[in-house]
């Protein structure tokens, strides 16, 4: 009998430089959160909590908003090693970013990235003394995605169940920032 699961090879695209940035800007903000793990080489059980992705940067940094007295900025002090882990959609858009992160105080910076739904956590607005923000910059990422957007993943998913085939529409690939 004929191997029906083989129909399609998954398909590798590394991107680097301009293209990686777009990719991990595509992927990172259109998840909009993710699980931000911290005290990764501390050997005891990382902290995974989630974020919402203030902006990804023109060069590939990662900008989250924070209270200067949480458990993270704790944790970053002692061990900046950063994981990231975010979801676009169900069955595509995923991305998996290490990198290291700095905690960052500069007024004109939180004055650029806030939005008024933040006053949820830092009820004195944008003046609130206990703001600060974590700047990841990636030393590895991963993404997997579909190669034809979610319509033809859609139509393949319900084509390789019609026919009985696997129907692979998913990229994957290393970005080199």
């Not at 699980?35 to 050997?43: L, Y």
């Not at 209270?67 to 959609?89: A, C, G, M, V, Y």
């Not at 034809?148 to 319900?158: E, H, I, L, T």
């Not at 169940?161 to 998913?170: E, I, Q, W």
Request: aromatic letters at 10%; one cysteine or more; glycine letters at 6%.
């Amino acid at each position: 009998m004929e191997n029906q699961q083989a129909s399609e090879n998954n398909h590798t695209q590394s991107l680097s430089g301009k293209e990686a940035i777009a990719k991990l800007t595509e992927l990172a903000e259109g998840a909009k959160t993710c699980f931000f793990c911290t005290s990764i080489k501390t050997g005891l059980p990382l902290t995974a909590s989630p974020m919402e992705l203030l902006k990804v940067d023109n060069e590939g940094n990662l900008w989250f908003m924070s209270t200067k007295d949480s458990q993270r900025n704790q944790e970053l002090q002692t061990d900046p090693f950063t994981h990231l882990f975010f979801q676009e959609h169900q069955h595509a858009g995923f991305l998996n970013v290490y990198g290291i992160s700095e905690i960052i105080l500069d007024k004109a910076k939180i004055e650029e990235l806030w939005k008024p739904l933040h006053k949820v956590w830092f009820q004195e607005g944008v003046d609130d003394p206990n703001i600060s923000l974590i700047k990841v910059v990636p030393t590895q990422s991963y993404y997997w995605d579909t190669k034809n957007g979610q319509v033809v993943a859609f139509a393949k998913m319900a084509l390789s169940l019609v026919t009985g085939k696997t129907m692979d529409d998913s990229v994957e690939g290393k970005l080199e920032l």
